[in-house]
């Protein structure tokens, strides 16, 4: 089961975009305030102290910012991205003081991953920034203007992958299609995904080359879910759940969504973890499970898993600690 941990007051106005950890005892949570306000918008990160989250003292901005993707190699080694002024923001911590970072021009960061020095940040078009732990370099992952990334997973500096989709055709003809492409240490090329015809990739997880989560979405009903294990993509069902289930996540043997029951609005959130070959639901305190939420995440460490959601009542935060 999910406990709950104790969560600053945050601002009606937050929106939650991504959560990172660095081994079980510590975590980072980014977001953005003042959204859909009258006042600037402004890059969030809270740190788990142990005991409780806590805001992290960000660096002054001269323009409203916002945050979309966090990823942490080390305690002493947080990297967050999002956008200003129509440029990347990117912030990075060093265990001590966050710092904004100077990187080439992207267009519209979307997710950052990271492993060692080794750092990879995508957005809605077809270049990709690349950290060597030097300098950062401007990569052009894709070939066509038509197409994006908008998720990353890495396992080592020879694997990344990152997914998006493409536009095909024109006007009412038009369509999308998947796009997955894979980093060697070198330069991007084209990954063999699954067999998909239509639709984007909103989502990569990967433990290592062998074990692959993809979220593929190909009409409005949330993420399918599809598994490479080192020699075939598989399809994997996704769980069960009362009423209407929109998958908006998968990690390595967790997804995330939430679900609605027939001819209501009203958004559940729901957690499921692998069990073998089945998801099985993982029981939310406090009801939280019957009330309606949105901005639903997870990361995990394989041992302890964070999740996060927010409804009416404000920002909530749960940790889940595997027997």
Same mark, same amino acid.
């Given at each position: ?40 918008? @402004? ?21 409203? @910012? ?11 080694? =947080?990297?967050? =991205? ?79 992958? @990152? ?53 593929? =979405? ?39 969504? =939430? ?65």
């Amino acid at each position: 089961m999910f406990r709950p941990v104790p969560v600053p007051a945050l601002p009606p106005s937050t929106a939650l975009a991504d959560l990172a950890t660095a081994g079980d005892d510590h975590a980072w949570l980014a977001g953005t305030t003042g959204v859909f306000t009258s006042r600037p918008s @402004a890059p969030l990160v809270l740190s788990w102290t142990g005991t409780t989250w806590q805001h992290e003292p960000l660096p002054e901005l001269p323009a409203p @910012a916002s945050l979309a993707g966090i990823a942490a190699t080390a305690p002493d080694d =947080v990297w967050a =991205v999002g956008n200003t002024a129509g440029h990347p923001l990117v912030l990075h911590y060093d265990g001590t003081t966050w710092h904004t970072v100077t990187t080439p021009p992207i267009t519209w960061a979307k997710a950052i991953t990271a492993h060692h020095h080794d750092i990879h940040i995508v957005g809605t078009g077809r270049d990709t920034l690349h950290y060597d732990g030097t300098t950062w370099h401007l990569h052009h992952a894709l070939n066509s203007t038509r197409e994006n990334l908008t998720t990353l997973t890495t396992t080592d500096p020879h694997h990344t992958w @990152a997914g998006g989709g493409g536009l095909a055709g024109a006007g009412p003809a038009s369509y999308e299609y998947p796009v997955l492409v894979h980093w060697d240490g070198t330069r991007w090329t084209d990954h063999p995904g699954p067999r998909l015809a239509r639709g984007h990739i909103a989502r990569l997880a990967a433990t290592t080359p062998d074990d692959i989560w993809l979220g593929h =979405v190909r009409d409005t009903d949330g993420l399918h879910l599809h598994h490479w294990n080192g020699t075939r993509w598989t399809a994997v069902p996704s769980p069960d759940a009362p009423g209407r289930l929109s998958l908006h996540g998968i990690a390595a043997g967790w997804t995330w969504g =939430v679900h609605a029951t027939h001819n209501t609005f009203e958004t559940r959130p729901t957690f499921h973890r692998r069990t073998g070959d089945t998801w099985t639901p993982v029981a939310l305190p406090h009801d939280l499970d019957r009330t309606s939420a949105f901005h639903v995440g997870l990361t995990t460490t394989g041992t302890t898993t964070w999740a996060y959601l927010k409804t009416a009542a404000g920002v909530h935060v749960l940790r889940h600690t595997a027997a």
